[in-house]
Nanobody, 118 residues
């Protein structure tokens, strides 16, 4: 069983930056593919970024070039660095973990709210 806890969300102006963190406990963190999903009000949850157990990354087109996902296996933490934020990035951001990176994550955190507004 893996428990995930996100942090780092908040209110930021357009063009600003935020760094989200997701700390894991339980399980063997290094074997899991880690993902950041987001869900805006009235919309479906969508994938933002992924990093495999081997460190390969994948991004949604909407965030490519602006967001960067990374992982620190020693700290059992995955990060999402978000730059050049736009109003449309406003959403609840969720961290997910799974053994199969292409599948829906098996484990989820509670989410952290990101609001981009002037």
């Amino acid at each position: 069983q893996v428990q995930l806890a996100e942090s780092g969300g908040g209110l930021v102006q357009p063009g600003g930056s935020l760094r989200l963190s997701c700390a894991a406990s339980g399980g063997t963190f290094s074997i899991y593919g880690m993902s950041w999903y987001r869900q805006a009000p009235g919309k479906q949850r969508e994938l933002a970024a992924q990093v495999t157990s081997g460190g390969t990354t994948n991004y949604a087109d909407s965030v490519k070039g602006r967001f960067a996902i990374s992982r620190d296996n020693a700290k059992k933490t995955v990060y999402l660095e978000m730059n050049s934020l736009k109003a449309e990035d406003t959403a609840m951001y969720y961290c997910g973990a799974g053994l199969i990176i292409s599948a829906v994550p098996r484990y989820w955190g509670q989410g952290t709210q990101v609001t981009v507004s002037s």
